[in-house]
Structure formats: structure tokens, C-alpha cells
T-cell receptor, first 118, second 112 residues
Framework: GAVVSQHPSWVICKSGTSVKIECRSLDFQATTMFWYRQFPKQSLMLMATSNEGSKATYEQGVEKDKFLINHASLTLSTLTVTSAHPEDSSFYIC??????????????FGPGTRLTVL | KQEVTQIPAALSVPEGENLVLNCSFTDSAIYNLQWFRQDPGKGLTSLLLIQSSQREQTSGRLNASLDKSSGRSTLYIAASQPGDSATYLCAAPNTGFQKLVFGTGTRLLVSP
């Protein structure tokens, strides 16, 4: 149980285009989803916290107009990188918290999406 | 603000050795701490979650301990195997928030 999927697993796009990444909780409902970014050989950095039905909370230094987050249901959150540039190339990982066992604060992580902007 | 540090940054050992990975955190008012494994180009695999009321957790050859007073956690790997080669990350919650703060990671290489 507690499986989180991400789609696509990798994507290559041209500079200036927008890319949407999906994060789904497959067998549980997630009131909260988190989006992380990981540059090569670096640790995960939290970008934003996404709560179902409300606006996402962005970390300091993360441009909310560039990284659009939508958490439309208890099983789906999307991250759209708008007008992508080569410096946005990174590994994007989402995680989700299980509504029914929220008190444990366990986050379940997706497999990640590798974005390469040419 | 929580800060998490891991040492060593990299570790190379021969197969069969027992080893210890260290994790330090600045804010000891945490309610849990997690250890993860990350293979190259892959997502995270949760290894162990230690609640603040616990001092250690065990899973197979892995044992994680937590000492809140000193702001430290250790991950002990017994009888290491080449398949253990990966990056190991620890993560602690940011004070008063649900957010996880990740350490810098330890890249482990176990040679046959």
C-alpha cells in the first residue's frame, strides 16, 4: 500500500515551453502533497506544499508564477514548469501524506521526474 | 529553522563490514526522524521512521537510533553488501511544520 506515482518519469523539452508533471497517490487519499527539487549530487529541497482544494504554499526563493501547482483532488497534484529554461533542468520528486494515518506524519515519495530543458 | 547534516559525505567499504552513518539536526524538538535510500536517478525508498518516543528502530540489517538531546541519529548497517550501495538520506521535520528537511546525504559504495 501507500504507492505514489509520477508521470512522466522523464521529459525533454525546448527552452520556453511549459511542462506538466503529475503526482498521484494510487491507493490512499492525500490531503497534503509536497514537491521537491533535486540537483545533481545534491539533496532534496522542498519547493512547495500542496493542500487539496487550496492554494499551494511556496518556499522562499521559489517563483510561484513559474512553478504552478494544482491539487485538485485527494489523489492528484500537478506541477507545471512554465517557460522552462535550462537552469530548470532537475529531478522533481513529489510526496504525499495519507489522510487516514496523518498523525504519523509519514510521507510517501514518488519515483521522481527527470526534466531536461534544451 | 531546522538544519540537517550528514557525515561522512561519502564512504567506501569492502563487503561484509559493519558501518555507521551519522545525521545531526539543529532543532531537537522533532516528533520523528526518517532515513531514506536513493539509488542513482531514482526516487526515495523509506528505510526507517523513528518516532520521538523511540530510541531506535530495526529493519533487517538496518538499525537506526535517535538521541534528541544531542541532536543526533545514526544508521547502522550490518554485514554490508554490494546491493547496499546507494545514497542514504536522513530527514527531520522543520519546527512546527509538516515539512521535511533533508540532510546532505552519504554516498555509500560497498565493494565485492
Amino acid at each position: 500500500g501507500a504507492v505514489v506515482s509520477q508521470h512522466p518519469s522523464w521529459v525533454i523539452c525546448k527552452s520556453g515551453t511549459s511542462v506538466k508533471i503529475e503526482c498521484r497517490s494510487l491507493d490512499f487519499q492525500a490531503t497534503t502533497m509536497f514537491w521537491y527539487r533535486q540537483f545533481p549530487k545534491q539533496s532534496l529541497m522542498l519547493m512547495a506544499t500542496s493542500n487539496e482544494g487550496s492554494k499551494a504554499t511556496y518556499e522562499q526563493g521559489v517563483e510561484k508564477d513559474k512553478f504552478l501547482i494544482n491539487h485538485a483532488s485527494l489523489t492528484l497534484s500537478t506541477l507545471t514548469v512554465t517557460s522552462a529554461h535550462p537552469e530548470d533542468s532537475s529531478f522533481y520528486i513529489c510526496s504525499a501524506r495519507d489522510l487516514l494515518v496523518d498523525f504519523t506524519d509519514t510521507q510517501y515519495f514518488g519515483p521522481g521526474t527527470r526534466l531536461t530543458v534544451l | 529553522k531546522q538544519e540537517v547534516t550528514q557525515i561522512p559525505a561519502a564512504l567506501s567499504v569492502p563487503e561484509g563490514e559493519n558501518l555507521v552513518l551519522n545525521c545531526s539536526f539543529t532543532d531537537s524538538a522533532i516528533y520523528n526522524l526518517q532515513w531514506f535510500r536513493q539509488d542513482p536517478g531514482k526516487g526515495l525508498t523509506s528505510l526507517l521512521l523513528i518516532q520521538s518516543s523511540q530510541r531506535e528502530q530495526t529493519s533487517g540489517r538496518l538499525n537506526a537510533s535517535l538521541d534528541k538531546s544531542s541532536g543526533r541519529s545514526t544508521l547502522y548497517i550490518a554485514a554490508s553488501q554490494p546491493g547496499d550501495s546507494a545514497t542514504y538520506l536522513c530527514a527531520a521535520p522543520n519546527t512546527g511544520f509538516q515539512k521535511l528537511v533533508f540532510g546532505t546525504g552519504t554516498r555509500l559504495l560497498v565493494s565485492p
